[in-house]
T-cell receptor, first 116, second 115 residues
């Protein structure tokens, strides 16, 4: 069964450094998402992306965050200057169709980001 | 705005017992989707089931069953004859059809099955 793959599985970064989290969505999917989960807490929506632009973002997704689909397969989340509170598990998800469609979002295994 | 409440933070049951995980949601939208995801200790999010707001049929899949009641805004999940492999955190989630695409998750219920 096709999967969403995320790399790396664990990223350790010094506070203030830039970090890029990578995702390869399922190949024929068109809608891409990033979520984060602070340890022991619920999963929170960050951003959705379709047709090479952001379609929705949460208040968490401030100017320190950006997303990009640099080629036909990768979908990246960049945090420009990391803070301690950015430490979390980051999940990428994709779905074939968005909005008025009941298809589930398929999640990757996540990248655990640790900011020192 | 949407909200999902999972009032049970942690549940422990002995293996082979049945267990029900509660989920209550809030939305002003009349058309929406509900989901359950499982997060095992390894951390990934595994999709279990989706339900459309206009389809109140309950569903059974093996040992899993789901009870959707629109009148009480609840979408409860029952595991019968629980097994140790069922130990995980279970999240209920909501997505409205029109207006946005995000999944709104509950805070999760940590289920521990005691052998």
């Amino acid at each position: 069964e096709p999967e969403v793959t995320q790399t790396p599985s664990h990223q350790v970064t010094q506070m203030g450094q830039e970090v890029i989290l990578r995702c390869v969505p399922i190949s024929n999917h068109l809608y891409f998402y990033w979520y984060r989960q602070i340890l022991g807490q619920k999963v929170e929506f960050l951003v959705s992306f379709y047709n090479n632009e952001i379609s929705e973002k949460s208040e968490i997704f401030d100017d320190q965050f950006s997303v990009e689909r640099p080629d036909g397969s990768n979908f990246t989340l960049k945090i420009r200057s990391t803070k301690l509170e950015d430490s979390a598990m980051y999940f990428c998800a994709s779905t074939l169709r968005g909005r008025a469609d009941n298809q589930p979002q398929h999640f990757g295994d996540g990248t655990r980001l640790s900011i020192l | 705005a949407q909200k999902v409440t999972q009032a049970q933070t942690e549940i422990s049951v002995v293996e082979k017992e049945d267990v029900t995980l509660d989920c209550v949601y809030e939305t002003r939208d009349t058309t929406y989707y509900l989901f359950w995801y499982k997060q095992p200790p390894s951390g990934e999010l595994v999709f279990l089931i989706r339900r459309n707001s206009f389809d109140e049929q309950n569903e059974i899949s093996g040992r899993y069953s789901w009870n959707f009641q629109k009148s009480t805004s609840s979408f409860n999940f029952t595991i019968t004859a629980s097994q140790v492999v069922d130990s995980a955190v279970y999240f209920c989630a909501l997505r409205v059809v029109f207006g946005n695409e995000k999944l709104t998750f509950g805070t999760g219920t940590r289920l521990t099955i005691i052998p």
